[in-house]
C-alpha cells in the first residue's frame, strides 16, 4: 500500500469488526515509521499470530509494535492505563522492545474504574452487547466536557479533585442503576490510583497530531489503525448496537489530530465471509449448524471477551455500504482457508424488503431485521490454501470467489490471507 503517492494509511474494518485488522497492520507495518490507533479503547481485540507458535492479542498499543514501528495512541482512543501497561509489561516478557516505542496523546480520555461500574451497570439494563471495558462512559464523558484526560495529570492536585467529582457524580447515577452500595467506586482509590499512574504516563505523552504531522513532513510512512467495525460506527453502524465512537475513515483524521487532506489510501479489511459479536442484525447469519461449523473452522470467539462469535456468510450489501461510507481505495479479504472444505459457499448480494430489491443498507434496525438475503451459490474450492503466497497459485475457484468478492464490493482487492501467520498472505 505504501509508495511515492501513498504516505499516509487508514487501515479499518469493513464489517462488524473481528475481520483480521491487526494481522493486516501488522503485515503493513513493516513498512511504516509510525502506528496509530485513532479510536476506541481496550474494547478492541487484535489479534497477531508471529509464527513460531507466538500469538499476541493488543487491546490498545497498535500492533506495529510487534515490527518494531514508533506507535502513538491517539486522542481519539479512550485510554485505559492500567490495561495498556499490562500489555506493555507482557510484551516486555515476551522479549518486545518496547522503550521509546509507545507515546499518547496528551489529549486522549481516561477510562476509570468508575467507567466500567457503570457500564455494567447499564448493559444488565440495556442489554446493548458491550464488553463492559467502561467505553461508553468514557466517551460520554468526553462529549459530556466532564471528562480527565492524561495530560491533565501535569497538575495532579486539580486532576484529583476532577476525579473525585466524577466519582461523586458515578456514585449517584450507579444508585439510580440499582447498584448496591459493594458496587460503587471509592473515591480515594481513585485518587491513588492517579498517584501511581502519573510517574508512568506522562512521560508518554504528547502531542500525537504533532507527531503524525512531523512524520509526514519527514516522507516517513505513517499507518492509521482503526479498532471495530463501520457496522459499529456510532453514526453511519447498526444502531443502537454500535460502539461509541466513529469507526469509519472518516474518524482517523479527527482521532489522530491531522486533516482529512494528509490521507492517501484507505485499506478495508474483510473476512471472506461475516461475523458479529452481541446483539443487532446480522441479515447473512447461517443456519445453527452451519454457523457452528464456520466457528469452530475459523476460531470465531472474541478476542477481548471470549464469546463466540455471530456467524454467516459475506454480505455484499454491508460491505458496498462499508466502501462508500469510507472511502475505500482497497480491500484485504481475511480467513478465506477457512472456507476450505465448503462444496458450495452462498454469497448475499442485496435484500428484499416487503418483496421488493433493496441493493443499499437501511438506516435503522428495525428495517434491517426484517430483510431478507439474495444469495448467489458459488462454487467451493476444497483444497487447503494455507500454503499459497501467489494469487496466480490458487485453485481457479477461490481465484474465482475473490474476483467476485470484489466486484461486488466495488473496491480492488489488495491483499488475501489464508491463515492465522504473518507469512499467510498474499499481496495482490
Known amino acids: 500500500m505504501f509508495g511515492p503517492k501513498t504516505q499516509c494509511v487508514v487501515v479499518v474494518g469493513a464489517q462488524w469488526g473481528d475481520e483480521g485488522k491487526g494481522k493486516i497492520v501488522d503485515v503493513l507495518a513493516e513498512r511504516a515509521d509510525l502506528v496509530v490507533r485513532y479510536q476506541g479503547g481496550a474494547n478492541a481485540g487484535h489479534t497477531v499470530d508471529t509464527g513460531e507458535g507466538k500469538s499476541f492479542v493488543l487491546h490498545q498499543i497498535p500492533s506495529g509494535i510487534l515490527q518494531g514501528a514508533v506507535c502513538v495512541v491517539g486522542n481519539g482512543v479512550v485510554l485505559d492505563p492500567e490495561q495498556m501497561f499490562a500489555e506493555l509489561d507482557a510484551l516486555e516478557g515476551r522479549g518486545v522492545r518496547t522503550e521509546n516505542k509507545l507515546h499518547v496523546s496528551d489529549r486522549a480520555h481516561l477510562t476509570l474504574p468508575y467507567h466500567k461500574l457503570l457500564d455494567r451497570a447499564r448493559e444488565k439494563q440495556e442489554k446493548i452487547g458491550t464488553t463492559g471495558r467502561g467505553i461508553g462512559p468514557t466517551y460520554e464523558d468526553k462529549y459530556g466536557r466532564r471528562g480527565v484526560r492524561v495530560g491533565d495529570l501535569r497538575n495532579l492536585a486539580h486532576a484529583k479533585e476532577l476525579v473525585r467529582t466524577r466519582v461523586a457524580a458515578a456514585n449517584q447515577m450507579l444508585g439510580m442503576l440499582g447498584a448496591g452500595s459493594g ?90 465471509y461475516t461475523t458479529r459479536v452481541g446483539n443487532g442484525p446480522l441479515p447473512t447469519e447461517a443456519e445453527p449448524a452451519v454457523a457452528e461449523r464456520i466457528r469452530e473452522l475459523g476460531g470465531e ?128
Open 301 to 428: 470467539f472474541g478476542a477481548t471477551t471470549g464469546r463466540p462469535r455471530r456467524c454467516g456468510w459475506f454480505d455484499a450489501v454491508v460491505v458496498r455500504y462499508a466502501v462508500r461510507v469510507n472511502g475505500l481505495t482497497g480491500l484485504a479479504v481475511t480467513k478465506l482457508d477457512v472456507l476450505d472444505t465448503f462444496a458450495e459457499i452462498p454469497v448475499g448480494v442485496g435484500y428484499t424488503l416487503d418483496g421488493e430489491i433493496i441493493d443499499s443498507m437501511p438506516a435503522d434496525v428495525e428495517t434491517i431485521g426484517r430483510v431478507q438475503p439474495i444469495y448467489e451459490t458459488v462454487p467451493g474450492w476444497q483444497k487447503p490454501l494455507s500454503g499459497v503466497r501467489r494469487l496466480a497459485d490458487l485453485p481457479p475457484a477461490a481465484r474465482a470467489y475473490v474476483d467476485r468478492l470484489q466486484d461486488l464490493a466495488g473496491a480492488p482487492v489488495r491483499y488475501v490471507s489464508v491463515g492465522t501467520r504473518r507469512d499467510q498472505i498474499i499481496e495482490v
Open 183 to 272: 458496587e460503587q467506586a471509592n473515591p480515594e482509590e481513585h485518587v491513588r490510583l492517579l498517584e501511581r499512574l502519573a510517574p508512568r504516563l506522562l512521560p508518554l505523552a504528547v502531542d500525537a497530531g504533532r507527531v503524525v504531522w512531523d512524520a509526514l513532513q519527514r516522507g516517513e510512512s505513517v499507518l492509521l489503525e482503526g479498532a471495530q467495525g463501520a457496522l459499529l460506527d456510532v453514526d453511519h453502524g447498526t444502531y443502537p448496537y454500535v460502539t461509541s465512537s466513529n469507526t469509519t475513515a472518516g474518524g482517523a483524521a479527527v482521532g489522530v489530530g491531522i486533516g482529512p487532506t494528509a490521507i492517501d489510501a484507505v485499506l478495508g479489511v474483510v473476512k471472506a
